[in-house]
């Protein structure tokens, strides 16, 4: 939408510096514990938000170069565009918001680390690793006795995939499971100890081994089938793993490259219901006997959920129509409909309506995780009440629309609805390089 507001409607900056404390005192930020370097920020950034509204063009662009200056740190700080009480104000908020969020979802996809020396149990040393990265790692399939077992480790800020791998050297394997999607450790298989890795900011690339299969006796026609696991932290959320066969290659310890068997050939897997890995098989035609080790070489994107933030609607009475932006996502209340069951307990369904600034055809082909953000009631003293069920309304032009139900509540003064989103997508360019990949034979049989 374009405002058109001529200079001489706005108001003075003290004026409208007075409403902007206001607002940010206001705001959901109170509810942030603020150490000093947060207050100092909070102040920093009301004062700059302040001068958004100063009297000449100059003061206005230089206030909002320094709000984007502060980073992704301002963020928690900045009120919400539509609580702000002039057209202006808000329109330079909101830009200021989007840059934000673009810089904190590209670092929230980088690795996360850990810093933690000694010797230490199992049990003593996987919690800080949690802990310190953000990652929740289960224990179950480890015994007592493995728990127990001693680990010398000297990580200053090493990154989470390099910490695992030192912890893998010691005889155990993380691996997600198939039916929970929960990261374990476990003890290490020889399957395990077969595959090579490189290791990408926050995914892990593992591979191996090859297997050789001669097409033909009359020929030296080799096909090697390479499996490919790409995996990301636990605490991201990937969507869709994107690549072409084309940007894969094989070389031999002499330099020779073996190119795909299916030229031309193009890869999406879909990772959007919890998963955390993609797994696939890539084929490679040879013109001769391969039974060396060959290296791996290849490139792939993953298109990733980032910066999950709240996009929150009040006075729920009158919210509906209401529309909220984070970053690439627009949440919509389309309507609040009060019931009541056939044992007469009431209850209320929320309908609403998300969409995310990627083009229709790419989000429908993986929106499904879209159903599994987290929603909820907040009260004004904090108390959370979640959703006990949804439905799927509509699918379709980029845009997913859902009708939550909530349980055993009639009032809802003073309640606001919470709706918990990444706000951008973002596609993460992977280069794969890995060496020394086994090669084993298999008979073809005609």
């Known amino acids: ?97 989007v840059t934000l969020e673009h810089q904190a979802a590209e670092q929230s996809v980088k690795a996360s680390t850990v810093t933690l020396g000694g010797d230490r149990t199992l049990a003593e040393l996987i919690p800080q690793l949690a802990k310190q990265t953000g990652n929740t790692i289960s224990l179950e399939k480890l015994t007592a006795r493995q728990l127990k077992s001693s680990h010398s480790v000297n990580w200053n800020e090493t990154p989470f995939w390099s910490a695992i791998r030192d912890i893998e050297s010691s005889g155990f394997a993380f691996r997600f499971a198939a039916e929970s999607g929960a990261f374990e450790i476990r003890p290490r298989s020889e399957s395990d100890a077969a595959l090579r890795q490189t290791i990408q900011n926050s995914f892990r690339i593992r591979a191996g081994p090859v297997v050789a299969r001669t097409i033909s006796a009359d020929d030296d026609q080799t096909v090697l089938n390479c499996p490919l696991s790409i995996e990301c932290e636990p605490r991201l959320r990937p969507l869709l793993l994107r690549m072409s066969t084309n940007d894969f290659q094989l070389k031999s310890p002499d330099g020779t490259s073996v190119g795909p068997f299916n030229a031309d050939g193009r890869i999406e897997l879909p990772l959007g219901d919890g ?37 929150v609607f009040r006075d729920l009475d009158s919210a509906s129509g209401t529309s909220r932006r984070r970053g690439g996502v627009t949440a919509t209340l389309r309507k609040l409909t009060r019931r009541r069951s056939r044992s007469d307990e009431p209850f209320v369904h929320i309908e609403i309506g998300v969409s995310y600034d990627v083009g229709a055809n790419a989000f429908e082909s993986h929106q499904t995780w879209v159903f599994h953000n987290r929603v909820f009631l907040e009260s004004k003293d904090g108390d959370r009440l979640s959703a006990d069920g949804f439905e799927t309304l509509f699918q379709g032009d980029g845009t997913v629309g859902v009708v939550y139900r909530f349980a055993n509540l009639d009032d809802l003064q003073d309640m606001k609805f919470v709706y918990m989103a990444p706000t951008l997508l973002i596609s993460v360019p992977l280069q794969i390089e890995i060496d020394d990949l086994e090669v084993s034979r298999a008979t073809t049989r005609r």
């Open 1 to 97: 939408m374009q405002w058109n507001v001529p200079m001489v409607a706005l108001r003075s900056a003290a004026v409208i510096s007075t409403l902007l404390i206001a607002l940010l005192a206001s705001s959901d930020i109170r509810a942030q514990p603020l150490d000093k370097s947060n207050a100092a920020d909070r102040t920093r950034v009301r004062d700059l938000i302040g001068a958004l509204g100063s009297d000449t063009r100059a003061a206005r662009r230089q206030a909002e170069r320094d709000l984007v200056s502060l980073g992704p740190a301002a963020l928690p700080h900045l009120p919400a565009p539509e609580l702000l009480p002039t057209v202006s104000v808000k329109q330079a908020v909101r830009r200021i918001r």
């Open 275 to 311: 998963g955390r890995e993609a797994r696939t098989d890539l084929a490679f035609l040879s013109e001769r006997v391969v039974d060396k080790s060959v290296k791996l070489i290849g490139k792939v994107t993953v298109l990733t959920a980032a910066l999950e933030q709240p996009v």
